[in-house]
């Protein structure tokens, strides 16, 4: 999936005069969106090119990915085949996260990230230090009206949801199950069991985006 250049181009000039209405302090932005809408994409592209347009690295990503549950944990809990719904997370460390990145701004914070190939998070795979005055915070259940998520509407200074078609978000889910060894059928089984309802969980959250952005492809 590829977001078009000026697109990106424009939104990020959104963000930069956002963070600098703010007197420079430091700026949360969340994306959000159903699975395979195109959160990480974005929200990659999108610091790139506000870093670019600053002429230095003041923007960084950082996804709720990394709050999944280690899979042992999960299998534990019998939740391993679920993964992906809001209670294979880790909400509440997620959102005391979120809170000392927005209040403390002068601290080095390391944070998790999500590694693919183990399909498990990784401690302190993401740095952020003061000089990150930008925070792309994206994830799927950011504008969730339960607890915890629900303590993040007050921490995020704006949020985006992202909407993109279920056919088309349905075959990248497909493409993305089956880089990760399951076969076809497989797939389509996780896709109705987790990734459908999870979608419909999220997309009631839509009207409390700050702005909704539409993706066809």
Partial sequence: ????????????????????????????????????????????????VINRQVGQDVAVVVPMDGFHYHNDILRRKNLLPLKGIPETFDGEGFVALVKRLAGEPETVIGCPAYDRRLHNPVPDGIRVVPGHKIIVIEGNYLLLDSKPWSELAALLHE?????????????????????????????VRKIESTDRPNAELIRKSRSRADKVIMLRE
């Fill in 1 to 48: 999936m590829e977001i078009h250049k000026a697109v990106v181009a424009e939104l990020a000039a959104q963000v930069i005069d956002a963070y600098r209405k703010r007197g420079s302090e430091r700026f949360l932005l969340g994306i959000t969106g159903i699975p395979a809408a195109g959160k990480s994409t974005l929200a990659a592209n999108l610091t790139k």
């Fill in 159 to 187: 949020t985006w949801f992202i909407d993109t078609p279920s056919n088309v978000t349905r075959g990248r889910l497909i493409r993305r199950h089956s880089r990760s060894g399951r076969t076809v059928a497989e797939a």
